[in-house]
């Protein structure tokens, strides 16, 4: 009695409108295949599900002969503790004769199922990974092999509580083509078809029997089928249930339900990428097998023997195809039945395949289990090469001429290449059989390179010490004049500072002319080599390797160098500032000291405050191209001061000398205020008082100007220092003193003793922009 299977699966969301029914191969009739992707090799993925015994099984007579290790390992028809053997009532030590010996065979696979697993998680470790794949252009194929009754429809089709992996598939597919929507376009057609006794059949459109025919893009395919285009996966719902009510099933004595056919259901999918308007295109295909089951165990009789007869001799050219795939052989007897010809692809071409081998876990399908592990062993050993289907439609003929052309230029390049390799591996043959110490010889000179260059490095760094040392000493020495006094003591200092000195420009030298000497011989051996890398071009390689670790030792050096400059630097700052700290300390009383006393000069007050300002970072001098414009409205803030010299000419002043154009312009210099010429010896300076001048200024008042804050003194009463003896020390001072400062200390000096009010007597900043870096100075 033939019956349809109904309830196999029910779609959660039924729709009652059809699906139009559209052939896809005339929809996306690729013009061209222009490329396809290297082909790599593969081997089936076969994983093994091992469903729960039913009632029958559970009964007393029936034991259990698959047991699961791990998700990898299982054992069938394990050994078990053997139960006490009664003889008459005397408990036997041998066993019991009449018992078979247990197999106890261990079967690895890539993944094994245990009777507890769900269709989800046999899923997401057998077909799950297939989508990626898919995208890429690859051709997939899923196929469930085993007896009847052993579970193959319950893993690919599932019910609607436990959806079967094809329906988890599609719907992983959808998930994942709904991501990719954003770069290309989707066309995805399905067919779900039939092989019964040798015959295939649509299930979607069932009517005439159709015919199998090789396709280069997409291998086996069946002509004249009908591609239904599909949007959702619960469209496939609809679908399945369709196409199963039209499959072959009666009831065996194994399965009341069994599936006499084998079902193919196929998804054809073609992308198209937006940007590049590349197209891939992939088939996955997933096959439910008829029961592999013993003539005996069907309970066979009549048409149901010629059906099983049939399923067995697909079955047995399967297991054919899988021996000569699993042992390499030329010849694979595809053609010998349609099951094994829609199954070329997924077995042996260009496909990724993963078969899954169902097994009863009962000693009533003992034998039937059995055989299904071993095809599924030999199955592991077949590999199947994959490739992207990559087609391009808008190539014409012009651009396939263009290709062959970059494909022969490819082509000679590669040949060129192999050619050059060759030589070169035969020279190196050659040299090493003709000068076997060649090698050795390079060793030795690279061991002398290194060895000098470490002394090198060693000696630089010595030197630079050194170098550093007697910077150092000379600060030390040039600190020394500008504190001691001219006493025996003092020369006394000079000459052991000048003594470590002149030491150390001794050692400098010495240690450069060994340096120098150590190049030289470093040059040599440089030398000798690129003479061997001409004699002996094979030998490059490893010398070029060599290099390589020696300027990796040279890296090493320079920074170990730089290190150690950095170490002395540090110590040497840290020196000078406790000395600055110490200088202060005897400064500070004794400067208020003499102020109290009134016996601090001018000179000494200004340079204090000096000392003040440069301690706290601030400058006493503006350059022109750091100036800000004035705020308005500043009040005693504003203070705008140009100091000018007159007579730069005549002595040495005038660092860096400034350009014709920037000398003179000078846009503030209205707004600053009337200029004072004041003659000091052989110099003259213009001083420009500001317009707003603080009306108040108390002796301690502080000036503020828009950068800086400078404390205003009143000048304490000048007793000794006469005009001209000021600007005699003045011109002392100029030859050792920056110019800046010697400035400012003059103007505000004789602004001061000029009556001017003290505002003025501070040192201002300019505020006018200009390109120029200079201080302002006027011939
Ligand atoms: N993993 C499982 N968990 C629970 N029940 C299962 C499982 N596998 C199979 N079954 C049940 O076992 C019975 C036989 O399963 P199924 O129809 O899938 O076998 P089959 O291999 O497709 O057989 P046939 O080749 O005869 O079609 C069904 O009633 C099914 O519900």
Same mark, same amino acid.
């Not at 649509?202 to 086996?220: A, H, I, M, Q, W």
């Not at 340096?515 to 071009?537: A, C, G, H, R, W």
């Given at each position: 009695?033939?019956?349809?299977?109904?309830?196999?699966?029910?779609?959660?969301?039924?729709?009652?409108?059809?699906?139009?029914?559209?052939?896809?191969?005339?929809?996306?009739?690729?013009?061209?295949?222009?490329?396809?992707?290297?082909?790599?090799?593969?081997?089936?993925?076969?994983? $093994?599900?091992?469903?729960?015994?039913?009632?029958?099984?559970?009964?007393?007579?029936?034991?259990?002969?698959?047991?699961?290790?791990?998700?990898?390992?299982?054992?069938?028809?394990?050994?078990?503790?053997?139960?006490?053997?009664?003889?008459?009532?005397?408990?036997?030590?041998?066993?019991?004769?009449?018992?078979?010996?247990?197999?106890?065979?261990?079967?690895?696979?890539?993944?094994?199922?245990?009777?507890?697993?769900?269709?989800?998680?046999?899923?997401?470790?057998?077909?799950?990974?297939?989508?990626?794949?898919?995208?890429?252009?690859?051709?997939?194929?899923?196929?469930?092999?085993?007896?009847?009754?052993?579970?193959?429809?319950?893993?690919?089709?599932?019910?609607?509580?436990?959806?079967?992996?094809?329906?988890?598939?599609?719907?992983?597919?959808?998930?994942?083509?709904?991501?990719?929507?954003?770069?290309?376009?989707?066309? %995805?057609?399905?067919?779900?078809?039939?092989?019964?006794?040798?015959?295939?059949?649509?299930?979607?459109? &069932?009517?005439?029997?159709?015919?199998?025919?090789? *396709?280069?893009?997409?291998?086996?395919?069946?002509?004249?089928?009908?591609?239904?285009?599909?949007?959702?996966?619960?469209?496939?719902?609809?679908?399945?249930?369709?196409?199963?009510?039209?499959?072959?099933?009666?009831?065996?004595?194994?399965?009341?339900? !069994?599936?006499?056919?084998?079902?193919?259901?196929?998804?054809?999918?073609?992308?198209?990428?937006?940007?590049?308007?590349?197209?891939?295109?992939?088939?996955?295909?997933?096959? @439910?097998?008829?029961?592999?089951?013993?003539?005996?165990?069907?309970?066979?009789?009549?048409?149901?023997?010629?059906?099983?007869?049939?399923?067995?001799?697909?079955?047995?050219?399967?297991?054919?195809?899988?021996?000569?795939?699993? *042992?390499?052989?030329?010849?694979?007897?595809?053609?010998?039945?349609?099951?094994?010809?829609?199954?070329? @692809?997924?077995?042996?071409?260009?496909?990724?395949?993963?078969?899954?081998?169902?097994?009863?876990?009962?000693?009533?399908?003992? =034998? *039937?289990?059995?055989?299904?592990?071993?095809?599924?062993?030999?199955?592991?050993?077949?590999?199947?090469?994959?490739?992207?289907? $990559? $087609?391009?439609?808008?190539?014409?003929?012009?651009?396939?001429?263009?290709?062959?052309?970059?494909?022969?230029?490819?082509?000679?390049?590669?040949?060129?290449?192999?050619?050059?390799?060759?030589?070169?591996?035969?020279?190196?043959?050659?040299?090493?059989?003709?000068?076997?110490?060649?090698?050795?010889?390079?060793?030795?000179?690279?061991?002398?390179?290194?060895?000098?260059?470490?002394?090198?490095?060693?000696?630089?760094?010595? #030197?630079?010490?050194?170098?550093?040392?007697?910077?150092?000493?000379?600060?030390?020495?040039?600190?020394?004049?500008?504190?001691?006094?001219?006493?025996?003591?003092? /020369? /006394?200092?000079?000459?052991? %500072? @000048?003594?470590?000195?002149?030491?150390?420009?001794?050692?400098?030298?010495?240690?450069? =002319?060994?340096?120098?000497?150590?190049?030289?011989?470093?040059?040599?051996?440089?030398?000798?080599?690129?003479?061997?890398?001409?004699?002996?071009?094979?030998?490059?390689?490893?010398?070029?390797?060599?290099?390589?670790?020696?300027?990796?030792?040279?890296?090493?050096?320079?920074?170990?160098?730089?290190?150690?400059?950095?170490?002395?630097?540090? /110590?040497?700052?840290?020196?000078?500032?406790?000395?600055?700290?110490?200088?202060?300390?005897?400064?500070?009383?004794?400067?208020?000291?003499?102020?109290?006393?009134?016996?601090?000069?001018?000179?000494?007050?200004?340079?204090?405050?000096?000392?003040?300002?440069? !301690?706290?970072?601030?400058?006493?001098?503006?350059?022109?191209?750091?100036?800000?414009?004035?705020?308005?409205?500043?009040?005693?803030?504003?203070?705008?001061?140009?100091?000018?010299?007159?007579?730069?000419?005549?002595?040495?002043?005038?660092?860096?000398? &400034?350009?014709?154009?920037?000398?003179?312009?000078?846009?503030?210099?209205? #707004?600053?205020?009337?200029?004072?010429?004041?003659?000091?010896?052989?110099?003259?300076?213009?001083?420009?008082?500001?317009?707003?001048?603080? +009306?108040?200024?108390?002796?301690?008042?502080?000036?503020?100007?828009?950068?800086?804050? $400078?404390?205003?003194?009143?000048?304490?009463?000048?007793?000794?220092?006469?005009?001209?003896?000021?600007?005699?020390?003045?011109?002392?001072?100029?030859?050792?003193?920056?110019?800046?400062?010697?400035?400012?200390? +003059?103007?505000?000096?004789?602004?001061?003793?000029?009556?001017?009010?003290?505002?003025?007597?501070?040192?201002?900043?300019?505020?006018?922009?200009?390109?120029?870096?200079?201080?302002?100075?006027?011939?």
């Amino acid at each position: 009695m033939m019956k349809s299977r109904r309830d196999v699966i029910k779609s959660p969301h039924k729709k009652n409108n059809l699906t139009i029914s559209r052939p896809l191969s005339r929809l996306n009739k690729p013009s061209v295949l222009t490329a396809t992707t290297s082909t790599s090799r593969a081997n089936i993925k076969v994983v $093994v599900r091992v469903r729960p015994s039913n009632t029958k099984e559970s009964g007393d007579n029936h034991r259990v002969v698959v047991k699961v290790v791990d998700e990898n390992v299982l054992i069938f028809d394990p050994k078990e503790n053997a139960e006490p053997f009664f003889y008459h009532g005397v408990q036997q030590k041998t066993r019991d004769l009449l018992r078979k010996t247990q197999k106890d065979l261990q079967f690895t696979f890539h993944r094994v199922f245990d009777v507890h697993v769900q269709n989800a998680e046999v899923f997401d470790h057998s077909t799950k990974p297939l989508i990626n794949s898919l995208m890429d252009g690859i051709n997939c194929s899923v196929f469930a092999y085993g007896a009847t009754g052993a579970g193959k429809t319950y893993t690919m089709l599932g019910n609607p509580s436990n959806p079967g992996i094809t329906f988890l598939t599609m719907e992983q597919l959808f998930h994942t083509k709904e991501e990719l929507s954003a770069d290309r376009d989707f066309q %995805l057609g399905i067919t779900y078809l039939e092989v019964y006794n040798e015959i295939v059949q649509d299930l979607l459109n &069932p009517g005439s029997t159709l015919t199998l025919r090789e *396709d280069s893009k997409f291998g086996v395919v069946v002509a004249g089928i009908k591609y239904v285009e599909i949007k959702s996966a619960n469209e496939l719902y609809t679908l399945l249930e369709q196409g199963n009510k039209n499959r072959t099933q009666h009831p065996t004595d194994a399965n009341s339900e !069994s599936s006499r056919s084998h079902a193919v259901f196929q998804v054809y999918l073609k992308m198209k990428f937006k940007v590049t308007g590349e197209i891939r295109m992939a088939k996955l295909s997933m096959i @439910d097998l008829a029961g592999s089951e013993r003539g005996s165990a069907t309970g066979f009789q009549g048409a149901r023997f010629v059906e099983g007869a049939n399923i067995n001799k697909s079955l047995l050219a399967l297991g054919n195809c899988i021996n000569s795939l699993a *042992d390499s052989q030329r010849h694979v007897p595809y053609r010998d039945s349609k099951l094994t010809r829609l199954l070329k @692809d997924s077995l042996g071409g260009n496909c990724q395949t993963v078969m899954i081998a169902n097994v009863s876990p009962s000693s009533l399908s003992y =034998e *039937d289990t059995y055989n299904t592990l071993r095809y599924a062993t030999r199955a592991k050993a077949i590999k199947s090469s994959i490739k992207r289907n $990559v $087609v391009n439609i808008d190539l014409k003929v012009e651009q396939y001429a263009k290709i062959v052309e970059e494909l022969n230029k490819e082509l000679a390049r590669a040949k060129t290449e192999i050619k050059e390799l060759r030589e070169g591996r035969s020279k190196s043959a050659v040299s090493v059989e003709v000068d076997p110490d060649v090698m050795s010889q390079i060793e030795e000179i690279f061991n002398q390179r290194k060895s000098i260059l470490e002394r090198i490095y060693s000696m630089e760094m010595s #030197e630079q010490i050194v170098e550093l040392r007697s910077q150092v000493k000379e600060d030390a020495n040039s600190r020394l004049s500008g504190l001691c006094y001219d006493t025996p003591d003092k /020369e /006394e200092r000079h000459r052991k %500072l @000048d003594n470590t000195i002149q030491r150390c420009h001794k050692q400098k030298e010495t240690f450069r =002319e060994k340096i120098d000497s150590l190049n030289l011989e470093k040059t040599n051996l440089e030398n000798k080599m690129k003479t061997l890398v001409v004699q002996y071009p094979s030998v490059k390689f490893s010398i070029d390797l060599k290099e390589l670790e020696l300027s990796k030792l040279e890296e090493e050096y320079k920074n170990q160098l730089i290190q150690k400059q950095i170490r002395i630097y540090r /110590e040497d700052r840290q020196q000078l500032g406790d000395l600055i700290e110490k200088m202060c300390l005897v400064l500070k009383p004794c400067f208020i000291q003499l102020r109290g006393m009134g016996y601090a000069t001018d000179n000494m007050i200004h340079d204090y405050e000096s000392i003040l300002s440069q !301690s706290q970072g601030i400058r006493n001098i503006k350059w022109e191209d750091e100036v800000h414009p004035p705020i308005p409205d500043s009040g005693v803030c504003s203070t705008t001061t140009i100091i000018t010299d007159d007579n730069a000419d005549s002595h040495t002043l005038r660092s860096p000398p &400034p350009s014709a154009d920037e000398t003179f312009k000078l846009p503030d210099v209205k #707004e600053a205020g009337p200029v004072e010429r004041v003659p000091i010896g052989d110099v003259t300076f213009s001083i420009n008082t500001p317009r707003k001048t603080p +009306t108040k200024m108390t002796t301690k008042s502080k000036i503020c100007t828009d950068q800086i804050l $400078v404390k205003a003194y009143k000048p304490s009463p000048i007793k000794k220092p006469k005009l001209n003896s000021a600007a005699l020390k003045m011109k002392e001072n100029i030859a050792a003193k920056p110019v800046k400062r010697i400035f400012q200390t +003059t103007a505000q000096k004789l602004h001061l003793r000029k009556g001017g009010s003290e505002s003025t007597s501070s040192v201002s900043q300019t505020k006018n922009h200009h390109p120029s870096s200079r201080p302002i100075f006027r011939r």
